[in-house]
């Protein structure tokens, strides 16, 4: 572990950090319900699948867009006729940056000697650690104040991916990069309005701040690369791995972070079901750390885990563009038009779902789930770039969570409804506020 590296990205990222925070935290970019619809734009395109149309055409930046709203179109997009639809450019470019990690690269990464099922072992050992430790610490700082859980899952799962990954211990980091990568995320979502709205001196220290938060982003993912050893200690980090970082980063931590937060805010939320996980945990895990083998007998949590992502996938909305004319069902679709497929519009419909709005795990149990349409639910996309830690998800969620909730539990420290943000993840707003005390 390379301590001085480590603690010249520290005073790096800790001043640019500083001046991020001071313009951006604690107020919203856009004042609330300026744009309504077009703002909100999770509840835009829930509306827009309302309709019984099979693709809904909508314009965006005048230009006319497609929203597929069965499942057969979005398995024809994303799997049978994949090669016709890359991924877009569009405004998250530089936060997510113009090289795609694929599953090799997060392979290539795992340098821990021993089969697949021992590298899981691991996996599951860190988390279940990570969730132990931090569940303590934010029950000891709850006693001052409520937990922003949805910042501090981004932390804690953050620090999780960089040492899963990386092997590297980047607790101190975090705090960096969640700030400016949320920072990126809201100024991306709302650029073209900003760019109407504001005057140019309005604007100059949000683009400023905007530059900043990428150069934080950049900074830590090159002593990533470097402490990590995927360059010589003394040479430049290219770009190229710089960004690939950046969104192994993000793909890994802010799915995870925002799963687990809805998951929190949504057990809290229905205690019929959080009293059945308690005793799950209670009989399965008992007093000591879950591990590998209690996944299968975690299986209610499972079900639980399935439906908090059927209501909120935090992967909303994907985005493809089409390479040549194509004809999707009945509709022509013309070379280069963007099409987007949202599982959470999808997760959501009345034909697919019986009482969509409604959390039922028990909707996802095995009898219950045969007859179910492929791509009816689809929270970690399809076809070949498809999530590769796919199902894994499931189970290092069961983990993470029985870790926490065999010690400790939550109560809501605000009475407000959350609504889901769709910027380039679902995320609770206006954030999630909970007091967290040791379990009798
Ligand atoms: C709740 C957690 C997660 C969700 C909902 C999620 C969802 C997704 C979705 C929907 C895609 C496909 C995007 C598209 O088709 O445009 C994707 C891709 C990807 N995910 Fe995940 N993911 C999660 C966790 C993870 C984790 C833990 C990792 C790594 C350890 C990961 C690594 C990746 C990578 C590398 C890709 C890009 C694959 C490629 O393009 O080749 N994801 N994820």
């Known amino acids: 572990m390379c301590l001085d590296n480590r603690q010249s990205v520290l005073e790096e990222a800790d001043n640019l950090e500083k001046k991020i925070t001071a313009m951006n935290r604690g107020f919203e970019l856009i004042p609330p319900g300026t744009i309504k619809d077009k703002k909100d734009y999770a509840t835009f395109y829930l509306n827009l699948s309302r309709t019984n149309e099979e693709i809904v055409p909508y314009l965006v930046d005048g230009k006319t867009a497609f929203l597929i709203n069965r499942p057969e179109h979005a398995e024809y997009v994303l799997a049978k006729n994949q090669n016709n639809y ?56 709850s006693k001052l104040a409520p937990v922003q859980i949805d910042i501090e899952t981004k932390k804690m799962m953050f620090a999780v991916y960089v040492k899963i990954l990386f092997n590297i211990d980047a607790e101190d980091w975090s705090e960096a990069f969640v700030s400016a990568t949320n920072f990126i995320e809201e100024y991306c979502a709302n650029q073209s309005y900003l760019v109407q709205n504001l005057s140019v001196t309005e604007l100059m220290p949000l683009k400023q701040s905007y530059q900043e938060a990428i150069e934080v982003q950049n900074a830590i993912a090159a002593r990533i690369g470097r402490c990590a050893g995927l360059v010589a200690p003394d040479s430049e980090v290219s770009k190229q791995l710089k960004t690939t970082i950046v969104r192994t980063l993000l793909n890994s931590y802010n799915g995870m972070a925002t799963a687990l937060c809805w998951i929190i805010y949504q057990l809290v939320q229905c205690q019929e079901v959080l009293e059945q996980v308690y005793s799950e945990v209670d009989r399965v895990i008992g007093d000591r750390q879950p591990t590998v083998k209690d996944i299968p007998k975690l299986s209610y949590m499972r079900l639980v885990v399935m439906e908090v992502l059927r209501l909120y996938p935090p992967a909303w909305m994907l985005g493809r563009q089409a390479i040549n004319s194509d004809r999707i069902g009945e509709t022509p679709i013309p070379p280069g038009a963007i099409i987007s497929i949202s599982p959470y519009t999808m997760h959501r419909k009345t034909q697919l779902w019986e009482r969509p709005k409604e959390f039922i795990p028990e909707r996802f149990a095995l009898e219950n789930s045969q007859a179910r349409q492929a791509f009816a639910y689809f929270p970690f996309g399809g076809g070949t770039r498809k999530c590769p830690a796919g199902q894994l998800v499931f189970s290092q969620l069961q983990i993470i969570l029985a870790a926490m909730l065999r010690l400790c539990s939550f109560e809501s420290a605000s009475n407000e409804i959350l609504k889901p943000r769709g910027l380039v993840s679902l995320r609770p707003h206006p954030g999630v506020s909970m007091r967290i005390t040791i379990r009798k």
Do not use: C, M
């Open 86 to 141: 890359k991924n877009p450019y569009h405004q998250y470019a530089e936060l997510v940056g113009q090289y795609r990690p694929t599953g090799a690269f997060l392979l290539n990464l795992n340098r821990t000697s021993g089969n697949q099922a021992e590298i899981f072992e691991g996996i599951v050992s860190e988390l279940a650690k990570a969730g132990t430790v931090t569940i303590l610490q934010w029950q000891e700082s």
